[in-house]
């Protein structure tokens, strides 16, 4: 074999035990929204969201949760009542909005946020007024609910970009390799 032969060959094999199914930035930043949504306690519906700074840094974390103090022995946590304030919605703080309050930094302006689901208008609200610049979602499952609409309406208005994260599948992963 020749020197030639020899440094190839160990070329190759440093490549060959090179890892190519590590997460991505968006995979990285993605799977820590899902993981703060498995702290969420609401039994029908887990939403994360994980804000991520230029320097891609992650600066807030949060999920959907009833503001502190406000145990589940006395906030319900249904969704369908005749009284209005028997359901969850007058009291569950949402993801996006803990997250933004949970920042460790001064603040999220030209920040990314990630997000298990496709923001609500009042928290798009939030997002915009803390200048919050994209947001990358999994889920658009209300897209058709007029709360999204106004969501993209104000996000388009803003400025705010928003596209949708699709995770790689098992295929990707083996081709990679
Ligand atoms: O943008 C959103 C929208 C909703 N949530 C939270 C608030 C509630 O805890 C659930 C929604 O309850 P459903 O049972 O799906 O109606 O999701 C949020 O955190 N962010
Ligand atoms: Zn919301």
Redesign the pocket.
């Known amino acids: 074999m020749t020197e030639k032969e020899v440094t190839d060959s160990l070329t190759k094999l440093s490549l060959e035990q090179k890892r190519a199914d590590y997460l991505d930035w968006n995979e990285y930043f993605m799977a820590t929204a899902f993981l703060a949504a498995k702290r969420s306690k ?1 039994p ?2 887990q ?1 994360g969201a994980c804000i991520v700074n230029d320097e891609r840094k992650i600066v807030g974390v949060g999920y ?1 949760g009833f503001p502190i103090g406000c145990g589940d022995d006395d906030f319900p946590w249904g ?1 369908n009542s005749n009284d209005p304030l028997d359901t ?1 919605y007058l009291y ?1 703080c ?3 909005m803990n997250a933004i309050l949970n920042k460790n930094s001064s603040d999220v302006k030209n920040c990314t946020m990630y997000v298990a ?1 496709f ?2 208008n009042e ?1 798009a609200k939030i997002i915009i007024q803390s200048r919050i610049r994209e947001v990358i979602y999994m889920s658009d499952k209300h897209a058709l609910k007029k709360s999204t609409i106004a969501s993209k309406k104000m996000f388009d208005a803003a400025g705010v970009k928003y596209w949708q994260f699709v995770p790689r599948t098992a295929c990707d992963t083996e081709e990679m390799s």
């Open positions: 609401d029908n519906t939403v959907n969704k969850k569950v949402h993801a996006e689901l923001p609500c928290c």
